[in-house]
């Protein structure tokens, strides 16, 4: 089953590349993996998407919080989440097929960012599931370039992540 892991690490150097090790020594795949600041310049919230039965990903928690760098782990799929990924896709928008594509990323609720003669470039934000389907909904040689940033979440209601 897929997890969604959402950590406090501290920033510093090398961190990630132990957590990553982490995953890599023990033979754990990392599906998605994004990592920014927080609002403590000295806390870092990793955000990771991995698959496996509940003793692996329970395995994998605690191995995570034996690591000096690691503050707080939880699994977001434990609770209510909201879960969002932001895509960046290139498409082919000439003639007929450029009032379509509008049309396509109208009802998917993205925004056209960047336009060319013979492009569009399309932001869509959401779970993975309606980037996927927008992907689908397309013809395939109407895709020139696709850049995904991975999951990030956070918990409904009054759940935090904090120190």
Excluded: C, W
């Excluded at 982490?22 to 795949?29: D, G």
């Excluded at 928690?61 to 690691?70: A, F, S």
């Excluded at 609770?79 to 097929?97: C, F, N, P, Q, Y």
Aim: hydrophobic residues 40%; without cysteine; glycine residues 6%.
């Amino acid at each position: 089953m897929r997890h969604i892991l959402s950590i406090l690490i501290e920033n510093e150097a090398g961190a990630l590349s132990r957590v990553a090790g982490l995953f890599s020594a023990r033979a754990y795949n990392i599906e998605s993996l994004s990592v920014a600041p927080t609002e403590d310049a000295t806390l870092s919230r990793m955000t990771i998407v991995t698959s496996g039965s509940d003793d692996v990903i329970e395995q994998i928690t605690k191995q995570l919080n034996k690591l000096i760098e690691v503050v707080k782990v939880i699994d977001l799929n434990e609770s209510d989440h909201i879960e969002r990924e932001l895509m960046l896709i290139k498409v082919r928008a000439t003639g007929k097929d450029r009032e379509e594509m509008k049309r396509m990323a109208d009802i998917f609720r993205g925004r056209i960012i960047d336009v060319t003669e013979k492009t569009y470039t399309i932001e869509l934000t959401g779970p993975g599931e309606k980037l996927n389907a927008f992907i689908e909904a397309l013809d395939r040689t109407a895709i020139l370039e696709t850049v995904r940033t991975g999951a990030s979440g956070i918990g409904r209601g009054e759940r935090i992540l904090k120190i």
